[in-house]
Antibody
């Protein structure tokens, strides 16, 4: 069964840190680019970051550049997002997503909720 | 940044009828356009990529068309499970999404 399962969300104060994790199963993880996208409450979708299959390149949205760090461990079929200096506007559901690829973002996890509030 | 604009914001259609959703890009995205469906409390699901190619397992009643700046998602013979929010997304230059169209039961 093809699946992405996120964890690590929670409530954190502004300026704090969180580390999100995503475990993939049912497909060859090391062959795919992987991303995090987020959706603020009642809002649309925003691409956050993606990493190439061998970690040779990593890209970030301007809104998170310098604060978030994306990494992966292909031996563990896992993707990670280290989020530092969190802001209220980072509050969102964070999705682990397969892609970008020829079929855009073709598989999504169920999401993990991050709330940044004092 | 390429801005994606969807219309209408809300579309009311009866089951069994056809729904037509529009998406416009602020500049050409060629055919690098995807459509997603999102139901309450669920993650988005890819429906269409390359403007007109159905993703794996997507029923034939979903079809996409367009290129450049103007795109359409058509759902023929609406079924109850089709009522949801639909997002378009360009991947020609980075990745941006429209604000969504809510398809509701008339």
């Amino acid at each position: 069964q093809v699946q992405l399962v996120e964890s690590g969300g929670g409530l954190v104060k502004p300026g704090g840190s969180l580390r999100l994790s995503c475990v993939a199963s049912g497909f060859s993880f090391s062959d795919h680019y992987m991303s995090w996208l987020r959706q603020a409450p009642g809002k649309g979708l925003e691409w956050v970051s993606y990493i190439r299959s061998r970690s040779e390149n990593i890209y970030y949205a301007d809104s998170v550049k310098g604060r978030f760090t994306l990494s992966r461990d292909n031996d563990k079929n896992s993707l990670y997002l280290q989020m530092n200096s969190l802001r209220v506007e980072d509050t969102a559901v964070y999705y682990c997503v397969r892609g970008p690829g020829g079929a855009a973002f073709d598989m999504w996890g169920q999401g993990t909720k991050v709330t940044v509030s004092s | 940044e390429i801005v994606m604009t969807q219309s209408p914001a809300t579309l009311s259609v009866s089951p069994g009828e056809r729904a037509t959703l529009s998406c416009r890009a602020s500049q050409s995205v060629n055919s690098n356009l995807a459509w997603y469906q999102q139901k309450p409390g669920q993650a988005p699901r890819l429906l269409i990529y390359g403007a007109s190619t159905r993703a794996t397992g997507i029923p034939a009643r979903f079809s996409g068309s367009g290129s450049g700046t103007d795109f359409t998602l058509t759902i023929s013979r609406l079924q109850s499970e089709d009522f949801a929010v639909y997002f378009c997304q360009q991947y020609n230059y980075w990745y941006t999404f429209g604000q969504g169209t809510k398809l509701e039961i008339k």
